[in-house]
C-alpha cells in the first residue's frame, strides 16, 4: 500500500530550495484600473516584522505605499522613518522581504533583492549610506542567490551563510566594505555546499554545524574564529551517522548543544576542542534524552528532556558537578519555532508553556528556591498558548489566549503568581508578535481597529502605551468579488472604503456593476449605509439579478435587482425580526438555484431550515420542504438536492417532493457534488458497504446506480473542498464521452481517472505520480481538451493537458520549477481560447503571477504586468471574452483591473540616448541608458506617471538618496518641456543586430502610451 500524501518534506524542500529554471515571460501587459472603488485610506497596516536594535534606533520591516522596505526609529512617531525605498524585485522567487541580517561595529547588515538577485546589503543608518555590499552570486531569478541564514558579529566582522556558482553554500564574512566581504572556507570543496548554518557565538569562537559532504545531509560541528585555517571540525562526534548538532546554546562562555553519537540525542558541551567536547549522557539505556530548550540560569543550564520510561519533564545541569537531574515533572512544549521563546529565567523562577492535559496549553514556572512548579492558569477551561516569553526589567511579557479567539499581550509583574491582559485594542484582540525590548520598553507589532498592524511601545509596568503607524496612507482594498455576467455587464460586491460624511460611519461592500470601463463601474445599491450588506450567491432568472444580502434591520435576506428600471428590493424577509434566512457563508454552494422558472432557496424561518421556491411571476414565496437542505442542481427542470442524508427530488410542474432513493438503508449516504451531465445527474456517495464512489440518477428511468467500485478498502471519491469565493465546486469534468474526476484505488493513491458514459467502465488515466499521489484538481474544458493540475514527486504540481478520454496525460508547464514546489495554481478561469491561471510566487509576501495558456508548452506564459513589482492577482473574471482580475498591491491594493485596450494607447515621441545619432548601446554595459520623452503641444511630460515607465521590461533608475532619476529638461530643439530618465542597464535580453526600443506609461489620468527609437547594439 502506498502512502497518500506527497512525500514527507516536500514542504520543506520547498522553503529552502535555491536553483530556478528559467520561466518563460510573455512581454509586459498594459493593465488598467478598471475603477478605483476604494478612494479612502481605511486600517490595513504596516505589518513591522524582525525589529532590530542597532545603534540608538529600532531598525525593521514593514509596508507602505512604497513597497515592503527597512524602516527605523527611535521610539517615537516623528522619529519613525523610512531608510531607503530598495525598489525590490518580485521576480526572483521565494522570500524577498527585505530583513536586517545583523550588526558588527558601526555597520548595519541587511539581506534585500534587487536587479542582482538577493544579496547582502550595508547600512550606516543613512538613505545615502545603505547600499549593495557584494553582489555574492552573479546570477539572478534565484532565491536568494547571495545570502540565507544565521548572521552573527564577530571581532568586529560580520559571519552568515552565503552561496555563489562555485562553492555552493558556505560561511562567508564581511568587514562592510566589497573587497572583505569574502568566502571563509569552502567547507564542502567545489560547488556542492557545506550549508553552514545554525550560527552560534560563545566567547570568541563561532560555532556552527555543516555537512560532512556535498551529497550527504550528515553534519557535524565546526567552529570559525572568521579565518581559513581557523573554521575547522571541532569533532568527529558520529563517525557512522549523522551527529545532527542542535540548540546550540551560549552557557557563560561554553558551548552547550544536542547532538547524536549514534545512540541517540544527548546534551553535550565544548570548548571548541575535540578533547573538550564531552557528552552527558541522561539516557544511557534508552534512545537519547533529546534535550531541547537550553537556558543560561546563573551559570546553570536547564533544558527539558526524557530518560528511560520517565516522562518528560524539566532538567537542571551543573557546569561544576557534571550532574544532570530532573527537577519537575511538566516541560515546556516541543514542536514551537525558537523564536517562539519556550522558556525565560525571571523573579527566580523558570517560566515555560506546558500542557498538563487537565488545564491545556498554558503558563507554568518552576520556582528554583522552593523547587515547585506552579500553574498560572490564564483561559480557564482552555488553553491560552503562552508564547514570546520576553523579560524587561520588572516584568515579563508574552502573548496569550485569554478566550477561545484572538490573542492579546499579557505580563506577569515581578512578585506576582499571576498574570494581567494589556489591553492594545479595546473592545477587540491586538493579536501581536515580535516581541523586542529596545531602550528599556517593550515594542511589537499588534492591530487595532483603527490602523490595522503597526508598530506598538509598551512601558516597563505595562502602563504606558503608544502606537507608531508606520503608513498611515495605506489603503484597504476594496477586494471585489466575482459575480454574475449579465448582458455583458459584470454584477459584483466590492468596499468602497467610504464614510457617512455626516456620522463617520462606513459604508463598506455592497453592489456594484461594470462594463469593463472606469464610467461604466458604478454602485448599483447602498443597501446597509451604516456597515455593508455584503450581497453574496448571485444568479438571474426572468432578466432579474437574484442575491442574498443583509441590510442591517432584516438580517439576511433574498434581495434583487431589475437591470431595466434599475430598482433594487428586498423579496422576502423569511425570518422576520431581524433573524437571517440564510447563513453569510455557505459550505455545501449556492443557496440559490434556479430550476423551471422558479428560485429555489436553501433558507431557514423561525422554524428552522427548510427548501424553499419563489415565482418571480407571481411574487409567491413558499416553504417546499422541512427540513435542512445542503446541495441543490437543476436536471431538466427538475431540482434534486440532499437532505436527510440522502438524495431528493422536487418536480416544479407536478409540485412531488420524494426521496429518489435510499442509496444508505443503515445511515447517512450523504450525496455530494450533484453533476448534471448528458441528461444524467452524476455525485458521489456512500452505500455504507463500498464507501464513496461515483453515482448516477437517470430520471428518464428512474434509476439510481452506482457506477464504480474503484476502492475496495474505502471511499474512491474525494468530497472537494467548496470554493469560498463562489460556493461551487468542480469535482468531474466532461470530455468525449467520459467524466474525468479525482479517485483513489487504494493502491495508486489520487489519481485521475475517466468513467466511459458509453461502455459503464471506470479506469484510471495516468498514475501521474509513482510515489505518492497527484491529487488532480480545477479540471477545465479547453477547446477540445481537458487542462487540469497535478503534482509528482519530484517536481511538485504542474499544468497538464489529456486531449482525449483515451489519451495519455501530457505535461504543458511546471510554473514553479523548484524541486518539490508545492501548489502550482490558486485559480484557473477560461476566457476566449485561453486558460488564466494564477501561480503563487512565494510564501511570505501575498503575491500570484498571472499566467495563460492555449493547452500548449510553446503557448503557456507567465504575463507580465508590471516589472519588478510584487503584485497579489486573483478573482479571475470572464466579462464576454476580456479577463478582469483583482489586484492587490502596496500602492493601490484590492482594485479591480483588466488588460488596456492598446488601440486606446497614445504613440509619443522618444529619443534613446538624447543628443547623439547613432543610440549605440553596450549589450554587456554598466549604468544606465538615457531615454526622453519628447513634450510638444499635445502632450504635457508634467503628466507623466513616472514610476509607470517601463523601457523593454527596464524601470526607471534611482539616485540622490532614493529618488526615481527623471528630470524635466529641453532636450530637442521645440519650446517644450522633455523628460530625461535613466533606466537600469540589463540589455542582454536583446538579440539581433538592429532592434528597436520600446518605451511605455501612463498619464496620471491613467491614458496609457508608447513611443519607440531606433537604435544599435554593440559587444
Known amino acids: 500500500m502506498r502512502r497518500h500524501a506527497f512525500p514527507a518534506g516536500r514542504l520543506a524542500l520547498a522553503w529552502v530550495a535555491i536553483v530556478w529554471s528559467t520561466t518563460i515571460w510573455a512581454a509586459p501587459q498594459p493593465v488598467e484600473l478598471i475603477k478605483d472603488i476604494n478612494t479612502e485610506p481605511l486600517p490595513r497596516g504596516s505589518t513591522p516584522t524582525a525589529l532590530t536594535p542597532f545603534d540608538g534606533r529600532l531598525y525593521f520591516t514593514a509596508t507602505s505605499d512604497q513597497g515592503r522596505d527597512i524602516w527605523s526609529t527611535d521610539g517615537t512617531q516623528a522619529g519613525t522613518e523610512l531608510l531607503r525605498d530598495l525598489e525590490l524585485r518580485s521576480d526572483l522567487g521565494g522570500p524577498l522581504?527585505?530583513?536586517?541580517?545583523?550588526a558588527a561595529g558601526d555597520t548595519l547588515f541587511l539581506t534585500a533583492g534587487d536587479v542582482t538577485g538577493y544579496e547582502l546589503w550595508r547600512s550606516d543608518g543613512t538613505a545615502e549610506g545603505t547600499f549593495q555590499l557584494k553582489d555574492i552570486d552573479p546570477r539572478i531569478n534565484r532565491v536568494r542567490s547571495g545570502t540565507f541564514g544565521t548572521c552573527i558579529e564577530l571581532g568586529g566582522r560580520l559571519l552568515f551563510g552565503a552561496q555563489d556558482e562555485e562553492h555552493g553554500s558556505e560561511l562567508w564574512r564581511s568587514d562592510g566594505t566589497e573587497e572583505g566581504t569574502v568566502l571563509v572556507r569552502d567547507i564542502v570543496p567545489g560547488p556542492d555546499s557545506g550549508g553552514a548554518g545554525f550560527l552560534m557565538r560563545s566567547g570568541d569562537t563561532a560555532y556552527f554545524r555543516a555537512r560532512v559532504s556535498g551529497s550527504s545531509f550528515v553534519t557535524e560541528l565546526w567552529k570559525s574564529d572568521g579565518t581559513e585555517a581557523g573554521t575547522v571540525r571541532v569533532a568527529d562526534i558520529n563517525p557512522t551517522g549523522n551527529a545532527s548538532p542542535n540548540f546550540l546554546t551560549?552557557?557563560?562562555?561554553?558551548?552547550?548543544?544536542?547532538?547524536?553519537?549514534?545512540?541517540?540525542?544527548?546534551?553535550?558541551?565544548?570548548?571548541?576542542?575535540?578533547?573538550?567536547?564531552?557528552?552527558?549522557?541522561?539516557?544511557?539505556?534508552?534512545?537519547?534524552?533529546?534535550?531541547?530548550?537550553?537556558?543560561?540560569?546563573?551559570?546553570?543550564?536547564y533544558f527539558d528532556a526524557q530518560s528511560g520510561t520517565d516522562p518528560r519533564g524539566l532538567w537542571r545541569h551543573d557546569p561544576a558537578t557534571g550532574l544532570s537531574e530532573r527537577v519537575s515533572e511538566r516541560w515546556p512544549n516541543v514542536g514551537l519555532s525558537a523564536a517562539s521563546r519556550r522558556m525565560a529565567y525571571f523573579d527566580g523562577a523558570v517560566y515555560f508553556p506546558s500542557d498538563d492535559g487537565i488545564h491545556g496549553d498554558e503558563l507554568w514556572r518552576y520556582v528554583i528556591a522552593t523547587g515547585a512548579t506552579e500553574l498560572i492558569d490564564i483561559f480557564d477551561g482552555g488553553s491560552s498558548f503562552p508564547r514570546e516569553l520576553t523579560v524587561i526589567g520588572d516584568s515579563l511579557f508574552f502573548v496569550a489566549s485569554g478566550q477561545v479567539l484572538g490573542r492579546d499581550l499579557w505580563r506577569v509583574a515581578a512578585g506576582s503568581a499571576s498574570a494581567s491582559r494589556i489591553e492594545l485594542n479595546p473592545g477587540g484582540f491586538s493579536s501581536p508578535f515580535g516581541l523586542t525590548s529596545f531602550q528599556g520598553d517593550l515594542f511589537c507589532a499588534a492591530s487595532d481597529a483603527e490602523d490595522g498592524y503597526e508598530l506598538w511601545r509598551v512601558g516597563p509596568n505595562g502602563t504606558s502605551r503608544s502606537k507608531i503607524v508606520v503608513a498611515p496612507d495605506a489603503t484597504h482594498p476594496a477586494r471585489p468579488r466575482p459575480g454574475i455576467v449579465v448582458d455583458g455587464i459584470l454584477y459584483f460586491s466590492a468596499n468602497d472604503g467610504l464614510v457617512d460624511p455626516e456620522d463617520g460611519t462606513p459604508q463598506n461592500r455592497e453592489l456594484w456593476k461594470s462594463d469593463g470601463s472606469g464610467t461604466g463601474t458604478v454602485l448599483v445599491a447602498d443597501l446597509h449605509p451604516e456597515g455593508g450588506s455584503n450581497p453574496r450567491e448571485m444568479v438571474t432568472l426572468g432578466g432579474s439579478i437574484y442575491f442574498t444580502a443583509d441590510d442591517g434591520s432584516a438580517g439576511r435576506e433574498l434581495w434583487k435587482h431589475d437591470p431595466g428600471d434599475g430598482s433594487t428590493t428586498r423579496v422576502t424577509d423569511l425570518n422576520?425580526?431581524?433573524?437571517?434566512?440564510?447563513?453569510?457563508?455557505?459550505?455545501?454552494?449556492?443557496a440559490l438555484t434556479p430550476a423551471n422558472g422558479l428560485l429555489f432557496l436553501r433558507a431557514r424561518d423561525a422554524s428552522g431550515e427548510g427548501l424553499w421556491s419563489h415565482d418571480p411571476a407571481g411574487g409567491l414565496t413558499e416553504r417546499v420542504l422541512e427540513s435542512p437542505v445542503q446541495e441543490m442542481a437543476e436536471l431538466s427542470g427538475v431540482l434534486y438536492f440532499v437532505t436527510q442524508g440522502e438524495l431528493w427530488s422536487h418536480d416544479p410542474d407536478g409540485g412531488a417532493t420524494l426521496q429518489v432513493s435510499e442509496i444508505n438503508p443503515a445511515g447517512s449516504s450523504d450525496p455530494r457534488t450533484l453533476t448534471a451531465f448528458e441528461g444524467m445527474l452524476y455525485f458521489s456517495a456512500d452505500d455504507g458497504t463500498?464507501?464513496?464512489?461515483?453515482?448516477?440518477?437517470?430520471?428518464?428511468?428512474?434509476?439510481?446506480?452506482?457506477?464504480?467500485?474503484?476502492?475496495?478498502?474505502?471511499?474512491?471519491?474525494?468530497?472537494p473542498r467548496v470554493d469560498s469565493r463562489t460556493g461551487q465546486a468542480t469535482p468531474f469534468a466532461s470530455l468525449g464521452d467520459a467524466l474525468i474526476f479525482s479517485a483513489n484505488?487504494?493502491?495508486?493513491?489520487?489519481?485521475?481517472?475517466?468513467?466511459?458514459?458509453?461502455?459503464?467502465?471506470?479506469?484510471?488515466?495516468?498514475?501521474?505520480?509513482?510515489?505518492?499521489?497527484?491529487f488532480p484538481r480545477l479540471f477545465k474544458r479547453l477547446g477540445g481538451a481537458l487542462l487540469f493540475f497535478a503534482g509528482n514527486a519530484e517536481q511538485g504540481e504542474m499544468l497538464w493537458k489529456l486531449s482525449s478520454p483515451g489519451a495519455e496525460p501530457e505535461l504543458v508547464v511546471d510554473p514553479d520549477p523548484r524541486d518539490n514546489s508545492?501548489?502550482?495554481?490558486?485559480?484557473?478561469?477560461?476566457?476566449?481560447?485561453?486558460?488564466?491561471?494564477?501561480?503563487?510566487?512565494?510564501?511570505?509576501?501575498?503575491?500570484?503571477?498571472?499566467?495563460?495558456?492555449?493547452?500548449?508548452?510553446e503557448?503557456?506564459?507567465?504575463?507580465?504586468?508590471?516589472?519588478g513589482r510584487p503584485l497579489g492577482i486573483s478573482n479571475l473574471i470572464d466579462l464576454d471574452g476580456r479577463l478582469l482580475f483583482n489586484v492587490e498591491r502596496f500602492s493601490r491594493p484590492g482594485e479591480l483591473y483588466g488588460f488596456a485596450d492598446e488601440e486606446d494607447e497614445r504613440t509619443v515621441r522618444i529619443d534613446i540616448k538624447p543628443r547623439t545619432s547613432t543610440n549605440c548601446l553596450h549589450i554587456d554595459g554598466e549604468g544606465v541608458v538615457p531615454v526622453a520623452v519628447l513634450g510638444g503641444p499635445d502632450f504635457d511630460v508634467d503628466l507623466v506617471d513616472i514610476p509607470s515607465l517601463r523601457f523593454e521590461g527596464l524601470g526607471v533608475g534611482t539616485c540622490c538618496g532614493g529618488k526615481l532619476n527623471c528630470r524635466k529638461k529641453k532636450v530637442d530643439e521645440d519650446a517644450y518641456l522633455d523628460l530625461a530618465c535613466q533606466f537600469t542597464d540589463d540589455l542582454d535580453r536583446w538579440t539581433g543586430s538592429a532592434p528597436t526600443g520600446n518605451l511605455s506609461g501612463a498619464l496620471a489620468d491613467g491614458t496609457r502610451f508608447r513611443g519607440s527609437d531606433a537604435l544599435c547594439l554593440v559587444d
Open 745 to 774: 484505488d487504494g493502491d495508486t493513491g489520487w489519481e485521475p481517472w475517466r468513467y466511459d458514459i458509453t461502455h459503464g467502465m471506470a479506469e484510471p488515466v495516468a498514475d501521474l505520480n509513482p510515489e505518492a499521489n497527484s
Open 859 to 867: 503557448g503557456t506564459e507567465a504575463v507580465e504586468i508590471e516589472p
Open 576 to 590: 422576520p425580526g431581524g433573524g437571517s434566512a440564510f447563513e453569510p457563508f455557505s459550505s455545501y454552494g449556492y
Open 97 to 102: 522581504d527585505p530583513a536586517v541580517c545583523g
Open 822 to 857: 508545492s501548489r502550482a495554481a490558486d485559480q484557473a478561469r477560461v476566457v476566449g481560447d485561453r486558460l488564466y491561471f494564477t501561480a503563487p510566487r512565494s510564501f511570505f509576501l501575498l503575491q500570484n503571477d498571472l499566467w495563460r495558456s492555449d493547452g500548449t508548452a
Open 690 to 719: 463500498v464507501g464513496r464512489e461515483l453515482w448516477r440518477h437517470d430520471p428518464l428511468a428512474g434509476v439510481t446506480e452506482r457506477l464504480t467500485a474503484i476502492n475496495p478498502n474505502g471511499s474512491a471519491i474525494q468530497i
Open 250 to 301: 551560549d552557557i557563560g562562555g561554553t558551548l552547550y548543544f544536542a547532538a547524536n553519537e549514534g545512540d541517540g540525542p544527548e546534551l553535550w558541551r565544548t570548548d571548541g576542542t575535540e578533547e573538550g567536547t564531552v557528552k552527558f549522557d541522561i539516557d544511557p539505556a534508552g534512545f537519547g534524552s533529546n534535550p531541547q530548550n537550553m537556558l543560561d540560569v546563573d551559570g546553570m543550564v
